[in-house]
């Protein structure tokens, strides 16, 4: 199975937001996926996490040296309803992309759960046969768990769905409480912990959160996004954040 890890860390560069958010968290620089792919390249990161359509158009893999990671499911935030992303790639056709990992997105606690746990099951047997590791994507979110979200003990039910589930890593939200986030890192068991960046803030404030969540027994890297490409210069911020991931 592929490694998405140096010396048992990884630091992953996130760039699906524009299904997610619509460009809204993009300027001049960010919008142009070849900018984003560049970053990506420097050395800094083990993985990118693309959709299928920007792989398809901006993705070689004989060139970009950075493992791709494809998304196969995805949403858009212009809806209210209860959340739900559907699959919109399989595990064959990333694989056929290059992908040396694959993602898929659960919103734990959405009245939809249901439906995203049977897609994920199917996927995992898929990425088996493959041996390609699955990032479950693991989000509290929805009504059932409506201002709840970062608590102990939703977060370490996320962590352990994933875990029960039979994925090789989860991403899931830091709640900055390191003691109780201990425990959500042991809830997922033998599964990798990777936490994802989230909205822009100083650069010193993310890195501060980075080293702090970087020092919790097991914690196995980030996947981040906004906070290196919104950076006034992303590879600075990468290459500061690589520090903190690797030391
Ligand atoms: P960031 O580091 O920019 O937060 O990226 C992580 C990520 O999970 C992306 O993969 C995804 O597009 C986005 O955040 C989801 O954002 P939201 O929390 O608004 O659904």
């Not at 003990?153 to 039979?166: M, Q, S, V, W």
């Amino acid at each position: 199975m592929e490694d998405l890890t140096k010396n048992g860390k990884a630091l992953i560069l996130a760039y699906d937001h524009g299904l997610e958010h619509g460009t809204v968290d993009f300027n001049d620089d960010s919008v142009d996926p070849e900018k984003i792919l560049k970053i990506a390249d420097c050395g800094f990161f083990t993985g990118v996490i693309l959709q299928k359509g920007i792989v398809e158009k901006y993705y070689q893999k004989d060139n970009h040296k950075v493992s791709l990671i494809v998304k196969l499911n995805g949403k858009t935030n212009l809806l209210e309803d209860e959340p739900y992303s559907p699959q919109i790639c399989s595990v064959s056709e990333a694989v056929s992309l290059g992908a040396k990992a694959v993602a898929y997105t659960v919103y734990i606690g959405s009245s939809f759960e249901a439906k995203m746990t049977s897609e994920l099951a199917k996927i995992e047997e898929d990425c088996r046969e493959h041996s390609l590791p699955l990032i479950g994507f693991m989000y509290p979110r929805g009504k059932a768990v409506s201002g709840k979200e970062n608590t102990k003990e939703i977060l370490a039910y996320a962590a352990r769905i994933g875990l029960e589930l039979g994925v090789e890593y989860i991403k899931i939200p830091y709640n900055h409480d390191p003691e109780s986030f201990s425990w959500v890192v042991k809830s997922a068991g033998r599964v990798g912990v990777f936490v994802l960046g989230g909205a822009k803030v100083e650069e010193e404030v993310f890195l501060k959160t980075a080293k702090e969540i970087m020092e919790i027994d097991g914690v196995a890297g980030m996947v981040v996004g906004r906070n290196i490409w919104q950076s006034k210069n992303p590879l600075v911020t990468a290459e500061k954040l690589s520090k903190i991931i690797f030391k």
